[in-house]
T-cell receptor, first 115, second 110 residues
Framework: DTGVSQNPRHKITKRGQNVTFRCDPISEHNRLYWYRQTLGQGPEFLTYFQNEAQLEKSRLLSDRFSAERPKGSFSTLEIQRTEQGDSAMYLC?????????????FGPGTRLTVT | EDQVTQSPEALRLQEGESSSLNCSYTVSGLRGLFWYRQDPGKGPDFLFTLYSAGEEKEKERLKATLTKKESFLHITAPKPEDSATYLCAVQGYGNNRLAFGKGNQVVVIP
């Protein structure tokens, strides 16, 4: 059984460029989440999908951010016109909502540095 | 809005010196409280879920407890490999997101 995987693990980009990250969830999980974490802070919710439907987005999420989950499998998170404030660790998590179980399992993250 | 406050922010322990980490929370109807361990540069690793006051969970040297307002993560006779940041998160009813605290950074000195 493989866990959540994310690619790339590290990304350095110049301000104004677009970047895209990929997340592959645990295979049987039906929910997928994106979080962002900056140094010294806990992860902050960005958005989540149930199967292929994007059901919730954080009010803090800029319109430069877009996420997709085609066919309810992997997901991509795109940031357009990156800014230095976008530098952070981007975390993906997945869960199987069943009965009383709501645990979210996280991937290793993608570290984004905007120069 | 669901909120989590963790204390202390940082803790240095001698190997074998037991201690407790605190997670205070406010949520409109608790669906679950979660503890994670996070090593530097890595994603959080799931440790425990607690659903109702009075519940306890144990794993090796870690024991998590829950009341109506807070949770404790007890570390018994810690070893250097227990050094990490421990994150607490809550999920309220009608909410699908986790609200995290800033974490407890624990360093265990041999």
């Amino acid at each position: 059984d493989t866990g959540v995987s994310q690619n790339p693990r590290h990304k350095i980009t110049k301000r104004g460029q677009n970047v895209t990250f990929r997340c592959d969830p645990i295979s049987e999980h039906n929910r997928l989440y994106w979080y962002r974490q900056t140094l010294g802070q806990g992860p902050e919710f960005l958005t989540y999908f149930q199967n292929e439907a994007q059901l919730e987005k954080s009010r803090l999420l800029s319109d430069r951010f877009s996420a997709e989950r085609p066919k309810g499998s992997f997901s991509t998170l795109e940031i357009q016109r990156t800014e230095q404030g976008d530098s952070a660790m981007y975390l993906c998590a997945s869960s199987l909502v069943s009965g009383k179980l709501y645990e979210q399992y996280f991937g290793p993250g993608t570290r984004l540095t905007v120069t | 809005e669901d909120q989590v406050t963790q204390s202390p922010e940082a803790l240095r322990l001698q190997e074998g010196e037991s201690s407790s980490l605190n997670c205070s929370y406010t949520v409109s109807g608790l669906r679950g409280l979660f503890w994670y361990r996070q090593d530097p540069g890595k994603g959080p690793d799931f440790l425990f879920t607690l659903y109702s006051a009075g519940e306890e969970k144990e794993k090796e040297r870690l024991k998590a407890t829950l009341t109506k307002k807070e949770s404790f993560l007890h570390i018994t006779a810690p070893k250097p490999e227990d050094s990490a940041t421990y994150l607490c998160a809550v999920q309220g009813y009608g909410n699908n997101r986790l609200a995290f605290g800033k974490g407890n950074q624990v360093v265990v000195i041999p």
